[in-house]
T-cell receptor, first 115, second 112 residues
């Protein structure tokens, strides 16, 4: 099992450009999450999904959109990147409520710089 | 959102000593807590979890203590090793399976 994978690993954008971050998991998890991590701060939830075709807002959703067209994939989009979106982005997945197991498995992260 | 904070941002310990990392949470309704370890350049990795109906849980070399009265969580690492050097985060949720709230992290450095 590859677990949770993220592409790309690094990206540099100019202000106003758009991009999509891809997250894939092969553990058949129902729940998937996108977080951002900034220096000196904990992870903050951007958006999450409780199943294929569903998405919901987290703590800091502004400026981002997501889609969960397939159970194994969760896409994070930036329509018009801003320097404030410079961060490390982590994707995670979990079984969710099933069996009461809520451990989240994290991907390796995507380091995004917006100039 | 709810705040989850750590008392100490950095901690240095000698190899072989025990480490204690603390975490305070503010939502008394939180019912599930997780400790994560994050090594440099990697994503967080699950260490141990505890539910609010417990006050102690042990794993391999790690113990988590939960004091609901003062809303405090701690992670104890026995016989700390150089490989334990990392940033440790606590996370809480009061909606199991949905949103977790993470603390800012404590950087643990193990001195050989």
């Amino acid at each position: 099992n590859a677990g949770v994978t993220q592409t790309p690993k690094f990206r540099v954008l100019k202000t106003g450009q758009s991009m999509t971050l891809l997250c894939a998991q092969d553990m058949n998890h129902e729940y998937m999450y996108w977080y951002r991590q900034d220096p000196g701060m904990g992870l903050r939830l951007i958006h999450y999904s409780v199943g294929e075709g569903t998405t919901a807002k987290g703590e800091v959703p502004d400026g981002y959109n997501v889609s969960r067209l397939k159970k194994q994939n969760f896409l994070l989009g930036l329509e018009s990147a801003a320097p404030s979106q410079t961060s490390v982005y982590f994707c995670a997945s979990s079984y969710g409520l099933a069996g009461g197991l809520n451990e989240q498995f994290f991907g390796p992260g995507t380091r995004l710089t917006v100039l | 959102g709810e705040s989850v904070g750590l008392h100490l941002p950095t901690l240095s310990v000698q190899e072989g000593d025990n480490s204690i990392i603390n975490c305070a949470y503010s939502n008394s309704a939180s019912d599930y807590f997780i400790w994560y370890k994050q090594e440099s350049g990697k994503g967080p990795q699950f260490i141990i979890d505890i539910r609010s109906n417990m006050d102690k849980r042990q794993g391999q070399r790690v113990t988590v203590l939960l004091n609901k009265t003062v809303k405090h969580l701690s992670l104890q690492i026995a016989a700390t090793q150089p490989g334990d050097s990392a940033v440790y985060f606590c996370a809480e949720t009061f909606m199991p399976g949905n949103q977790f709230y993470f603390g800012t992290g404590t950087s643990l450095t193990v001195i050989p």
